[in-house]
């Protein structure tokens, strides 16, 4: 049984949270140890169970409607609203979760709750201060979004955009895949690139098929991998200048690469050590297939 | 105060782009939160509503763990709604307290169904206290980090690490009584 210690940086590794020096010595580490080498494995193998087997479905087409009919009504009440103290907690949900403690307290012991403990916020409060400050805000933001005027933003919520459309029903692939060469063909005549093609399905990354979107000017190819609930999108088109920075927008990572004279950029809301182990896949075949 | 209708309208434009494409994500979370595939539409539908009242406050956040905690803060306040009414709900058919997501098929060949459906990791993560089998499919499953963990389930970081080192070992516990189970069977 390894140490507390050994062992909290046994899950940090495993969950890509160490920073590069720390994993590296973690890594050290791990050569001269059998016994962490195969808790690591045990980790691994329930995580790709889990993954492999836990049932999971996407939200019915009546519960959408039905938010949507409910968000169109909420949207159209122009009236002036009193907002709730519920309300104005939405913001702020570690807040909200103080006060909901200590009424739950308080409605067990009968007695007034004493003050929560300061937590950091996502909201940073704005909620709870004065209705005009709330629209100020909101209206700032708004309007000085950055990514709405610079076309690397632009790039961005194209790519996002892409990502989120081939989601909707019925959108997600163009042609269906179940081994790469199906897909690579199909590309040939629908975009304006070709990008490598390759199935990773062992590793946990389904090749669902191909798409042609339409971005920076051109047909470009997305290449769709499921990965447990997650769907990945690989997007590939020829671009120059600065490649991009990884960054996450709306919740969806986007990481880059370069090979040859194709720009690459995987989409999705998994992990960041998640998509990037996809990215280093397709990197590593496509390093063979230049090479071999 | 009076909300303008053009402003109103672009805060559910924004909304629609940056909030509701974690419709999935938000469902299948609730899918584990919630007792009944009914409940966890209703508490989908509450959090959707609360996080479009609430997101002038979201400001570049994490827009994925601030919906996902706003709709473990309904579920948290739906139970102790109930807990100070003294309300008991009655066990819904087909849907006991677990297997949320496994609806279990009737008929004769049901009973060896059922042996796998005791086995499965669903069920063995039913079984887990609410806390361990939350910060499990936080992180295995929605593939949060520790950060986005601590934001959803609002408790310091070390608290996520060291609740999700317990959780795993305890389900390793159960999954390999699963396993010698299955090898004795063979047998």
């Given at each position: 049984m390894p140490c507390a210690e050994t062992e909290s940086r046994l899950h940090a590794y495993f969950d890509g949270e160490l920073d590069a020096l720390a994993a590296a010595a973690f890594e050290g580490h791990l050569e001269s140890c059998a016994e962490c080498r195969a808790a690591l494995e045990a980790l691994e193998a329930m995580r790709s169970a889990l993954r492999a087997e836990l049932p999971y479905e996407r939200a019915p087409a009546a519960l959408a409607a039905r938010i949507t009919a409910a968000l169109d009504r909420e949207a159209s009440a122009t009236a002036p609203r009193q907002q709730s103290a519920e309300d104005e907690l939405a913001g702020d949900p570690l807040a909200a979760l103080a006060t909901l403690a200590a009424r739950g307290r308080a409605a067990r012991h009968g007695r007034r709750p004493a003050g929560g403990r300061s937590t950091p916020s996502f909201g940073r409060g704005l909620l709870t201060g004065a209705g005009g400050g709330l629209l100020a805000a909101a209206l700032a933001f708004f309007l000085i979004?950055?990514?709405?005027?610079s076309p690397r933003g632009a790039l961005l919520d194209d790519l996002v955009n892409a990502h989120v459309r081939s989601l909707?029903?019925?959108?997600?692939?163009?042609v269906e895949s179940t081994d790469r060469h199906t897909v690579k063909p199909w590309f040939a005549g629908h975009v304006d690139v070709s990008p490598a093609v390759y199935d990773f399905t062992a590793q946990?990354?389904?090749?669902l098929g191909g798409r042609a979107d339409y971005f920076e000017h051109q047909r470009a190819a997305a290449l769709v991998y499921q990965h447990g609930p997650h769907v990945i999108n690989v997007f590939s088109w020829a671009g120059e200048g600065a490649l991009p920075a990884d960054t996450t927008r709306n919740g969806y990572h986007l990481a880059f690469w370069e090979e040859g004279n194709l720009r690459y950029c995987a989409v999705s809301d998994t992990g960041w050590p998640e998509l990037l182990k996809l990215v280093s896949l397709i990197r590593a075949a496509e390093g063979q297939e230049s090479h071999g | 105060m009076t909300v303008e209708p053009s402003f109103t309208a672009a805060r559910r434009v924004r909304f629609d782009a940056q909030?509701?494409?974690h419709l999935d994500a938000a469902y299948r979370f609730a899918r584990w939160l919630a007792r009944s595939a009914a409940d966890a539409d209703d508490l989908v539908q509450e959090a959707m509503l609360r996080a479009f009242r609430g997101?002038?406050?979201?400001?570049?956040?994490d827009v994925k763990a601030w919906l996902f905690a706003i709709m473990r803060n309904c579920h948290l306040t739906g139970i102790a709604q109930r807990d100070r009414r003294g309300f008991v709900p009655l066990p819904e058919e087909g849907d006991?307290?677990?297997?949320?997501?496994v609806c279990p098929a009737p008929g004769p060949e049901s009973a060896s169904m059922r042996r796998d459906e005791e086995r499965s990791l669903a069920r063995l993560l039913e079984d887990l206290p609410p806390e361990h089998r939350e910060v499990l499919i936080l992180r295995?499953?929605?593939?949060?980090d520790y950060r986005e963990i601590a934001a959803v389930t609002q408790v310091p970081l070390g608290t996520v690490m060291s609740r999700l080192a317990r959780a795993r070992a305890a389900l390793k516990v159960r999954w390999s009584m699963r396993s010698e189970e299955e090898r004795d069977a063979m047998r």
């Amino acid at each position: 049984m390894p140490c507390a210690e050994t062992e909290s940086r046994l899950h940090a590794y495993f969950d890509g949270e160490l920073d590069a020096l720390a994993a590296a010595a973690f890594e050290g580490h791990l050569e001269s140890c059998a016994e962490c080498r195969a808790a690591l494995e045990a980790l691994e193998a329930m995580r790709s169970a889990l993954r492999a087997e836990l049932p999971y479905e996407r939200a019915p087409a009546a519960l959408a409607a039905r938010i949507t009919a409910a968000l169109d009504r909420e949207a159209s009440a122009t009236a002036p609203r009193q907002q709730s103290a519920e309300d104005e907690l939405a913001g702020d949900p570690l807040a909200a979760l103080a006060t909901l403690a200590a009424r739950g307290r308080a409605a067990r012991h009968g007695r007034r709750p004493a003050g929560g403990r300061s937590t950091p916020s996502f909201g940073r409060g704005l909620l709870t201060g004065a209705g005009g400050g709330l629209l100020a805000a909101a209206l700032a933001f708004f309007l000085i979004s950055p990514h709405v005027i610079s076309p690397r933003g632009a790039l961005l919520d194209d790519l996002v955009n892409a990502h989120v459309r081939s989601l909707l029903p019925a959108h997600l692939v163009d042609v269906e895949s179940t081994d790469r060469h199906t897909v690579k063909p199909w590309f040939a005549g629908h975009v304006d690139v070709s990008p490598a093609v390759y199935d990773f399905t062992a590793q946990g990354y389904r090749l669902l098929g191909g798409r042609a979107d339409y971005f920076e000017h051109q047909r470009a190819a997305a290449l769709v991998y499921q990965h447990g609930p997650h769907v990945i999108n690989v997007f590939s088109w020829a671009g120059e200048g600065a490649l991009p920075a990884d960054t996450t927008r709306n919740g969806y990572h986007l990481a880059f690469w370069e090979e040859g004279n194709l720009r690459y950029c995987a989409v999705s809301d998994t992990g960041w050590p998640e998509l990037l182990k996809l990215v280093s896949l397709i990197r590593a075949a496509e390093g063979q297939e230049s090479h071999g | 105060m009076t909300v303008e209708p053009s402003f109103t309208a672009a805060r559910r434009v924004r909304f629609d782009a940056q909030v509701l494409p974690h419709l999935d994500a938000a469902y299948r979370f609730a899918r584990w939160l919630a007792r009944s595939a009914a409940d966890a539409d209703d508490l989908v539908q509450e959090a959707m509503l609360r996080a479009f009242r609430g997101f002038d406050g979201l400001r570049g956040g994490d827009v994925k763990a601030w919906l996902f905690a706003i709709m473990r803060n309904c579920h948290l306040t739906g139970i102790a709604q109930r807990d100070r009414r003294g309300f008991v709900p009655l066990p819904e058919e087909g849907d006991p307290q677990h297997g949320a997501l496994v609806c279990p098929a009737p008929g004769p060949e049901s009973a060896s169904m059922r042996r796998d459906e005791e086995r499965s990791l669903a069920r063995l993560l039913e079984d887990l206290p609410p806390e361990h089998r939350e910060v499990l499919i936080l992180r295995e499953i929605e593939e949060l980090d520790y950060r986005e963990i601590a934001a959803v389930t609002q408790v310091p970081l070390g608290t996520v690490m060291s609740r999700l080192a317990r959780a795993r070992a305890a389900l390793k516990v159960r999954w390999s009584m699963r396993s010698e189970e299955e090898r004795d069977a063979m047998r």
